[in-house]
Nanobody
Framework: QVQLVESGGGLVQAGGSLRLSCAAS????????MGWFRQAPGKESESVAVIHWSGGSTYYADSVKGRFTISRDNIKNTVYLQMNSLKLEDTAVYYC????????????????WGQGTQVTVSS
């Protein structure tokens, strides 16, 4: 079992920035491939960023490429999502997730996920 707790969401104006954090416990963090996905009302969930357990490979959805950065701290057992140049369409609940591979997380196959944190971008 893996427990994931997200934090850092909130209300921000368009063009602003937020940094989401996800603290993981229950398994050796450095062996976990992790990602973030989001769910907006009335829309399908979208995997936005994934980072390999080694930190050596990442994936970004086209919708966030160049604006979002995923990183991890294997000492703090935490994965981050730095979100810059936020747009109205980034409004969603953001979830941290664990999966067996970058491709699995990219395709929406999660083994574990957290409770989510709301990100609201206003004009």
């Amino acid at each position: 079992q893996v427990q994931l707790v997200e934090s850092g969401g909130g209300l921000v104006q368009a063009g602003g920035s937020l940094r989401l954090s996800c603290a993981a416990s229950g398994r050796t963090f450095s062996t976990l491939t992790m990602g973030w996905f989001r769910q907006a009302p009335g829309k399908e969930s979208e995997s936005v960023a994934v980072i390999h357990w080694s930190g050596g490979s990442t994936y970004y959805a086209d919708s966030v490429k160049g604006r979002f950065t995923i990183s991890r701290d294997n000492i703090k057992n935490t994965v981050y999502l730095q979100m810059n140049s936020l747009k109205l369409e980034d409004t969603a609940v953001y979830y941290c997730a664990v999966g067996p591979s970058i491709y699995a997380l990219r395709d929406g196959r999660y083994d574990y996920w957290g409770q989510g944190t709301q990100v609201t971008v206003s004009s």
